[in-house]
Nanobody, 122 residues
Framework: QVQLVESGGGLVQAGGSLRLSCAAS????????MGWFRQAPGKEREFVAA????????YYADSVKGRFTISRDNAKNTVYLQMNSLKPDDTGVYYC???????????????WGQGTPVTVSS
């Protein structure tokens, strides 16, 4: 049983920072990409960032480029999302996901965490 457990969400003022973590367990993740999506109230789930197994390829949504950084520690089966210069538009539930290849659409991933909420106040 694959499990992805996110942590690190919370309430922060605009301009602040948060670091999200996602711990994966239940199988070997060797070769698997990992990513972050988010979903704001009343909106569809949207791509935020993704990273290949080796970390050699990283992708970001245009809305977060230059502010967010995705990284992973394969020894710990953990992926991180460092979020700086947060804006109210970044508010939403952030989901960790994993799949056989990097993608920007939810259907390209196999497993999802339960999500961690992020609220950015103005």
């Amino acid at each position: 049983q694959v499990q992805l457990v996110e942590s690190g969400g919370g309430l922060v003022q605009a301009g602040g920072s948060l670091r999200l973590s996602c711990a994966a367990s239940g199988r070997t993740f060797s070769g698997y990409a990992m990513g972050w999506f988010r979903q704001a109230p009343g909106k569809e789930r949207e791509f935020v960032a993704a990273i290949t197994w080796s970390g050699g390829r990283i992708y970001y949504a245009d809305s977060v480029k230059g502010r967010f950084t995705i990284s992973r520690d394969n020894a710990k089966n953990t992926v991180y999302l460092q979020m700086n210069s947060l804006k109210p538009d970044d508010t939403g539930v952030y989901y960790c996901t994993t799949g056989p290849r990097v993608g920007v659409q939810p259907y390209e991933y196999d497993y999802w965490g339960q999500g961690t909420p992020v609220t950015v106040s103005s």
